[in-house]
């Protein structure tokens, strides 16, 4: 149930060019706000059409408050529907994952195919001949796409295609699948999850942020042979780039591909260690192609609001209230590419798992951050570092890596979303 407020909220107040007001992270009216505006009635990520291969194959899912079940129709399409019975509400589908050719509600037996339509309710004699099946299914969302195996779905309606959503952004997708000599990806390895008691956009802000990682990360850069410390030491650093609808990326590879070396992206392995690799890749790309992405890497972006391509990880957000959220990371696997995937997979291990380097660091700073709100002077959260020296490179904004150039891009399409009057949605 939301909360109202008797006063709008003004975000051209709370949302400005160089700041954001720390009740954004902090207000439970607002964060109601952000589940219908953004989850409710915006794209979102939900999941990868490899996880359900199979008709019958389904995985469930969370979209804001709401609890979603996406699966694989008998025709081969991708549903993503209600998680919830049309009968008294029951929530039909209690596993993480499965196969089946229906779905039958648990309470008193209602069966729904798996487009989410009713087909059948036990002794229907109780409901007479007027009783329509048409009008009693599983809601679906109101609009579902997928791209490139990534599975988007706005569950009342964004008002824009994927198309628009995506922008020039949809580079960063193709980046990912590329890197395969097949074209596609393998989401397959299963999702590690982390529980954050931090407010949801404190996770893609950091998740793009250069700024923190000499800092946060200090003891990683100082334990390991970092081929990000070579980077920047030897001045071909990354860049932040705004790819527009609130998309954003620390591109690391534009510094790699000035380098030169193949793999350097990837712990500086040897091309001679992936063999079958190489060779399929030059035989779908050409030499020429295939080098240019050995050298360049997969990318390190946002996808607005909840997808996070972290190189060889996809990574998702749920929120959970105001001051929590829960992380899913699963290794980026490439269909048709097992040398890769195995080393894939130990990156993940090292980058994301429990004993690792990184996301430890990452959860501890998020909630010192959520904590230090709880002081509430300053009001002010500054997101004016770089304003001074951004410039435009092929219709994008770009600066240095440590700018706040992409929390401001995140923060204008909120800003859009926040914005948005729902009541003209037809």
Known sequence: MRTERAVPIDYDVLVQADRVHSALYTDPVIFDEEMEKIFHNGWVFVGHDSEIPGPGDYVTRQIGYQPVIMSRGKDGRVHVVRNRCAHRGNKVCSRESGNSKVFACPYHGWVYDLDGSLLDTPQADGYGAGFDKSAHGMVPAAQVEVYRGFVFASLNH??????EHLGRARELLDRCCDLS?????????????????????????????GYHVDFTHSSFMSATDSQAIDLIQ?????????????????DFGVAYRKRGNPFEWFGRVSASKLPNYVKAMEAHYGKEK???????????????????LGELNVVFYYPVSAGECVQL??????????????????????????????IPEDVVIAERNQAGLAAQQPEWMDLSRGLHREYQQDGLTVSHMSDETVNRAFYRRYKTAMQRDLRAVT
């Open 181 to 209: 000599p097949e074209g596609e990806l393998d989401l397959t390895a299963g999702w590690l999850k982390h529980r954050f008691k931090a407010n949801w956009k404190m996770l893609p802000e950091n998740d793009c942020d």
């Open 329 to 358: 990371y699963t290794p980026m696997l490439l269909k048709g590419a097992p040398e890769v995937n195995q080393r894939a997979i130990h990156q993940t291990e090292g980058a994301v798992g429990p004993g690792s380097f990184l």
């Open 158 to 163: 964004s008002g824009m295609t994927l198309d």
């Open 290 to 308: 295939a080098n240019e992405m050995f050298c360049g890497g997969p990318p390190h972006a946002i996808i607005f609001p909840n997808l996070f």
């Open 234 to 250: 030897s001045g071909a650093e990354p860049v932040v780039r705004d790819w527009g609808n609130g998309h954003i990326e620390i």
